[in-house]
């Protein structure tokens, strides 16, 4: 789908828009407060401006997916998917500024069912980005057993022995196994219960707070945990609102319905990325194409799936592409570091110190990014927990 199919919308809610907007207008008057914000022509304004806003930050990211050129980060790289977390805190703060300018409405059916619904599937999305950190863990531990074979193979020798070869050889074996323990066993380091809350203990007494608060509703991932059943719970019964919700809701519901299709993809495509505990990529997607937001979200979505199908990428612990950059360069040097094949002849020296400058890129871009994208699960993980406890407030409800 070309890029231009979604830049011309004149409306984010196309014809279907116009028609609720215009019949909202004859009727909001009578229907809400005035205290409840969002009324005539500035609650039109606020509608299209979020839509858009939305459109816009995912119409970048496929716009910088597209593997290669443009200047753009590849799509499922370290960067990209950093990217996408960003787009998603943008997008998070925004939805969070709209729920609380509408307490009124947001406390009062259909839309206290909407935003509740929408807060609930963020608990799930919890677990989501538990796993995801304890898969960021694994690649760290891959990454050590790449690091012993640059130093094997250092670029700056003149020469590389048999004793490097053989040392270098244990190491992408050791990475081996690591990654084909992690295909057939799962996450074995879920069972290390590991939590956002409670790795912070020493940090920040309100994050240590607010997990304390969730320890209840998403404190680990259990060895029957599986991330293609939480991605199936968390886009359950996910449906576009029905005409007379956004007239109830002053268009509100447009909002609930996009925030909760972002949540869906965003912990989607950490899944496809990051390994995970039972990852599975067959989550039902599916929304209104006249929704500006859909076609760059949609397009994305189809992008990620031809990547998995790929034949080198099928049985991959990950899409992120330093994992396929690490599972490129190490089956190469496997066959170069052949303890059969010492001495090297000339030109497999060569192709050895090609791969081994490869892998060490690798190991750069995963040295710098992996801290930051660790960093920005932990920042999504709490702004999940203290959004919903926000929303709780402004329902009446308690957050529990």
């Not at 703060?93 to 963020?122: C, H, K, S, T, Y």
Request: glycine share 10%; proline share 3%; aromatic share 6%.
């Amino acid at each position: 789908m070309p890029s231009t199919e979604y830049q011309g919308a004149s409306s984010p809610l196309a014809s279907v828009g116009r028609s609720i907007l215009s019949i909202r207008r004859d009727q909001v008057h009578s229907m809400d407060s005035p205290h409840d914000g969002g009324a005539g022509g500035a609650g039109d304004h606020q509608l299209e401006s979020f839509q858009r806003h939305v459109a816009e930050l995912f119409h970048g990211l496929a716009d910088g997916g597209g593997g290669g050129g443009g200047g753009g980060e590849d799509l499922l790289s370290l960067s990209w998917v950093r990217k996408l977390l960003e787009a998603f805190l943008v997008c998070q703060e925004e939805f969070r500024g709209i729920v609380l300018g509408n307490r009124g409405m947001a406390a009062r059916p259909p839309l206290d069912r909407l935003v509740g619904e929408f807060f609930e599937r963020g608990v799930k999305a919890l677990d989501v980005c538990n796993a995801v950190r304890d898969g960021i863990e694994q690649v760290r531990q891959w990454r050590k057993h790449m690091e012993i074979v640059l130093v094997a193979l250092d670029p700056g020798q003149r020469a590389v022995g048999e004793g490097q070869l053989r040392r270098a050889r244990k190491a992408l074996t050791d990475l081996t196994i690591a990654m084909l323990d992690e295909k057939e066993a799962g996450s074995a380091i879920a069972q290390r219960n590991r939590s956002f809350g409670r790795n912070n203990a020493g940090r920040d007494h309100h994050h240590r707070s607010l997990g304390r608060h969730f320890r209840s509703l998403s404190w680990s991932v259990s060895r029957s945990w599986s991330a293609a059943r939480q991605l199936q719970a968390i886009g359950s019964n996910l449906t576009a609102p029905r005409s007379n919700e956004i007239i109830a809701t002053n268009g509100i519901a447009i909002h609930v319905y996009t925030m909760n299709t972002v949540l869906l993809f965003v912990m989607w495509a950490l899944v496809a990325a990051i390994p995970c505990q039972d990852r599975g990529l067959q989550t039902h997607f599916s929304v209104p194409k006249n929704l500006l937001w859909a076609a760059p979200i949609t397009l994305l979505h189809e992008r990620i799936l031809e990547e998995s199908k790929k034949k080198e990428r099928r049985n991959s612990n990950g899409l992120l592409m330093e994992i396929y950059g690490m599972e490129k360069c190490s089956r190469h040097l496997a066959e170069l570091t052949d303890p059969s094949q010492y001495p090297l002849v000339e030109d497999k020296e060569a192709e050895l110190r090609q791969w081994v400058q490869e892998l060490s890129q690798v190991c750069d871009s995963l040295n710098d990014g992996l801290d930051k994208l660790e960093r920005q699960v932990r920042e999504v993980f709490h702004r999940i927990v203290r959004n919903r406890m926000d929303g709780m407030d402004c329902l009446g409800l308690a957050a529990i």
